[in-house]
């Protein structure tokens, strides 16, 4: 065999390898992308059925004249955006969108002052601190037919204790509920309750991760208790406090069976928001409107979409900065 004969054969010897090589990291790499589509497969099917089908849905329900044949059989007429006309034109609109905003920025302002002042308090780790700490999260861990039955007994006109407290400092009983001066600020005041759990246990946490030694050095420079925590602490609770109030917002707006517990919206539509006023549209009547409440519905999903942008933007430029 001559010698260009012998080195072909080696170097067809030396390709099958290779070749052999090739093609089982080929065959690890298909079988590592299946199994990254096998975990992320749950994961789509969850957002599709449970997030982005009720979403569509309710855009759908908010286009069609729905009655309560039509929904059952699904012949329902298409009206466009006549359904947005329709409550942009209701007497109801212009008070529920301003109960809706008060609710949500004096709950969100009372819920992060409180949480944010309890955050502090409890980051000295004092005796009995884990205790008191796990006391605040008795609100939140309730079921909220719970919280509202209770505030509704306490703000009851006739035997709640509020009454009572009131009363024994010679202050005459107040219509918390069932006075349309005071039923917005009974519910809101409700719902600042039971949020400033959740605002004290992630403001906690995010104190827990700055640093000692930069109080020390602020201390040094001779900064005070309020210098510390407006030049310190406040500025690097920035991203925590940015996603706390972010969630906040978010399930604020979305309040409905702590108002409808305690005063359905009520009375004459003094404590009625955009989630209350949804319901009733849909489910609260004898004869629903299925299309309006949607509508109602969307209008908040918008709302909360904006605020969200709204973050993203604020966190992409504080990240280039």
Same mark, same amino acid.
């Given at each position: 065999?001559?010698?260009?004969?012998?080195?072909?054969?080696?170097?067809?010897?030396?390709?099958?390898?290779?070749?052999?090589?090739?093609?089982?990291?080929?065959?690890?790499?298909?079988?590592?992308?299946?199994?990254?589509?096998?975990?992320?497969?749950?994961?789509?099917?969850?957002?599709?059925?449970?997030?982005?089908?009720?979403?569509?849905?309710?855009?759908?329900?908010?286009?069609?004249?729905?009655?309560?044949?039509?929904?059952?059989?699904?012949?329902?007429?298409?009206?466009?955006?006549?359904?947005?006309?329709?409550?942009?034109?209701?007497?109801?609109?212009?008070?529920?969108?301003?109960?809706?905003?008060?609710?949500?920025?004096?709950?969100?302002?009372?819920?992060?002052?409180?949480?944010?002042?309890?955050?502090?308090?409890?980051?000295?780790?004092?005796?009995?601190?884990?205790?008191?700490r796990a006391l605040f999260l008795v609100p939140w861990l309730l079921p909220l037919i719970v919280s509202a039955? !209770? =505030? #509704?007994?306490? &703000?009851?006109?006739?035997?709640? /204790?509020?009454?009572?407290?009131? *009363? @024994?400092?010679?202050?005459?009983?107040?219509?918390?509920?069932?006075?349309?001066?005071?039923?917005?600020?009974?519910?809101?005041?409700?719902?600042?309750?039971?949020?400033?759990?959740?605002?004290?246990?992630?403001?906690?946490?995010?104190?827990?991760?700055?640093?000692?030694?930069?109080?020390?050095?602020?201390?040094?420079?001779?900064?005070?208790?309020?210098?510390?925590?407006?030049?310190?602490?406040?500025?690097?609770?920035?991203?925590?406090?940015?996603?706390?109030?972010?969630?906040?917002?978010?399930?604020?707006?979305?309040?409905?069976?702590?108002?409808?517990?305690?005063?359905?919206?009520?009375?004459?539509?003094?404590?009625?928001?955009?989630? !209350? =006023? #949804?319901?009733? &549209?849909?489910?609260?009547?004898? /004869?629903?409107?299925?299309?309006? *409440? @949607?509508?109602?519905?969307?209008?908040?999903?918008?709302?909360?979409?904006?605020?969200?942008?709204?973050?993203?933007?604020?966190?992409?430029?504080?990240?280039?900065?």
């Amino acid at each position: 065999m001559s010698r260009v004969t012998q080195t072909k054969v080696r170097a067809a010897g030396g390709l099958a390898p290779l070749e052999g090589r090739g093609h089982r990291a080929a065959a690890r790499t298909r079988s590592g992308q299946w199994a990254a589509w096998a975990f992320l497969a749950p994961v789509a099917v969850y957002l599709l059925v449970f997030y982005a089908y009720p979403l569509y849905r309710n855009v759908e329900l908010s286009l069609r004249n729905y009655t309560v044949r039509s929904f059952v059989q699904g012949d329902a007429p298409f009206t466009g955006f006549a359904n947005y006309v329709k409550i942009f034109g209701d007497a109801t609109f212009g008070p529920a969108l301003w109960h809706t905003v008060v609710f949500t920025v004096v709950s969100l302002a009372f819920q992060f002052g409180i949480g944010l002042a309890l955050a502090v308090f409890f980051s000295r780790n004092f005796r009995l601190s884990a205790t008191l700490r796990a006391l605040f999260l008795v609100p939140w861990l309730l079921p909220l037919i719970v919280s509202a039955s !209770t =505030w #509704s007994w306490m &703000l009851n006109s006739d035997s709640g /204790v509020i009454n009572v407290v009131l *009363g @024994a400092f010679g202050i005459d009983p107040v219509n918390w509920l069932t006075s349309p001066d005071w039923s917005l600020w009974s519910v809101t005041i409700a719902n600042i309750w039971i949020g400033i759990p959740f605002n004290l246990v992630v403001l906690y946490s995010g104190l827990q991760g700055i640093s000692p030694a930069i109080y020390e050095a602020a201390a040094l420079d001779g900064a005070g208790g309020w210098q510390r925590f407006w030049k310190v602490t406040f500025p690097l609770l920035r991203p925590v406090s940015a996603i706390t109030l972010l969630l906040g917002l978010v399930y604020t707006l979305k309040v409905f069976d702590l108002i409808w517990i305690m005063t359905k919206g009520g009375p004459s539509g003094s404590s009625t928001t955009f989630a !209350t =006023w #949804s319901y009733r &549209l849909g489910f609260g009547n004898l /004869v629903p409107s299925f299309g309006p *409440g @949607a509508a109602v519905g969307n209008l908040l999903i918008v709302m909360a979409l904006i605020f969200g942008l709204i973050y993203i933007r604020v966190q992409r430029r504080q990240a280039h900065t």
